[in-house]
């Protein structure tokens, strides 16, 4: 239980003094030094001694300053998977969150769920092989899927999202495959997680990440913790109704949000003006080249997409709202009309408090906030290693 307290504390504050590190652990000075000499010798905690020297104890200059611990970075390892639309993502990261392989590989995920599954085992061999990283140094696996995921039952809300996926058991089949535990999360909360860990949500404790690839969803973290809902299903806005007379989505419903403003219906809306077929990318591209339909489609998705945050701005109150997937590379052609929505739909003291920049991760969101699934357990884990 010390062992444990030490080890958060070091967790959560890297470069803590002995003294420091009692305060926060809550335990006397002689049962840290204790601890600590401990977890040094098996190569948990580093101390880094000068490493003050560049703060305010150099300017007093009397004394040393003293001697600061870490947690070893070094020591254990999470691997992150995200598992695009057609695409699966691998990153092998270090216990501070920094990615050491980020490797990435073309899949048919939507269509080969087994294939799909035996290319991530390979990505995660292989990134494991080529840094020399052991099984038992590995935490586990966090594992992001593009679909929401039932929490009460572990089933995937598959049907007309992602068919292929239909009654497959996505955790428990990477963890046959691998021998690593393997924690399961909807890409936009995984997104939500890596935004907040490592990139533009850091230190913010009320936050919706606003996630636009080929589906949209929304990861929502209130009060510096996750919120899934009672079935795991919280954050679904591709599936809010924006427009009563849209198409078909594929959920079923009509005039959905995902089916009006992802990428993919954006390009669509472009594909019949230039008559031939746009690719997401393509699109981007148009957009960044100043071409005035491209630019019009996204800032009328912009306004879809506000529209319905200010919704969430109005129940929820976020400090900040984060703009993540493909369409944000479009930047302030898609953000000025989300902010502008929010300014007109929503109360005023929930919009003037209320924050809309572009994620700071990029495409890594998600593979690094599966990652970070399993660091935030990680003290947790490397306690247990003593028990053992
Ligand atoms: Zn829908």
């Not at 070094?74 to 920094?98: K, N, T």
């Not at 696996?141 to 995937?156: C, F, Q, R, S, W």
């Amino acid at each position: 239980m010390n062992r444990l307290r030490i080890i958060e504390a070091l967790y959560r504050r890297p470069l803590l003094s002995r003294a420091d590190l009692a305060q926060h652990a809550r335990l006397s000075r002689a049962t840290v030094s204790t601890l600590v000499e401990e977890l040094v010798r098996v190569g948990l905690v580093e101390e880094h001694p000068g490493a003050a020297a560049s703060g305010a104890s150099a300017e007093g200059g009397v004394g040393r300053p003293p001697v600061l611990l870490s947690l070893v970075s070094r020591s254990a390892f999470a691997v992150g998977l995200d598992f695009g639309h057609q695409h699966i993502r691998v990153a092998l990261c270090d216990l501070a969150g920094e990615p050491i392989v980020d490797e990435y590989s073309p899949a048919d995920v939507d269509h080969a769920p087994v294939e799909s599954l035996d290319l991530a085992r390979e990505l995660v061999r292989e990134a494991l092989r080529s840094c020399g990283v052991a099984a038992y140094q590995l935490l586990g696996v966090g594992m992001g899927l593009a679909v929401p995921i039932n929490k009460a039952t572990g089933d995937l809300e598959a049907d007309g999202i992602l068919p292929g996926w239909h009654g497959i058991r996505p955790a428990a089949e990477m963890e046959a495959r691998l021998g690593i535990p393997v924690a399961l999360d909807n890409d936009a909360n995984v997104g939500a997680l890596g935004e907040k860990a490592f990139g533009a949500a850091r230190g913010v404790d009320d936050l919706v990440y606003i996630r636009l690839s080929a589906g949209i969803g929304a990861g929502l973290i209130l009060h510096g913790r996750p919120y899934p809902g009672v079935a795991g299903v919280a954050g679904e806005i591709g599936h809010v109704l924006s427009d009563p007379s849209g198409p078909i989505c594929r959920c079923g419903n009509r005039g959905c949000l995902e089916a009006v403003a992802s990428p993919v219906a954006v390009a669509g809306l472009l594909e019949r003006s230039l008559g031939q077929p746009l690719t997401v990318q393509r699109l981007l591209e148009l957009v960044a080249d100043g071409h005035r339909g491209a630019r019009r489609a996204v800032a009328e998705a912009g306004d879809a997409v506000g529209r319905a945050v200010s919704m969430l701005v109005n129940v929820l109150n976020p400090e900040l709202v984060v703009v993540g997937g493909d369409l944000a590379q479009a930047g302030d052609i898609l953000l000025e009309p989300i902010r502008a929505a929010i300014e007109r739909h929503s109360v005023a003291p929930a919009a003037g408090a209320v924050r809309v920049t572009e994620g700071r991760l990029g495409a890594r969101a998600e593979v690094l906030g599966a990652a970070a699934l399993v660091l935030a357990a990680s003290p947790r884990a490397l306690a247990a290693r003593f028990d053992a």
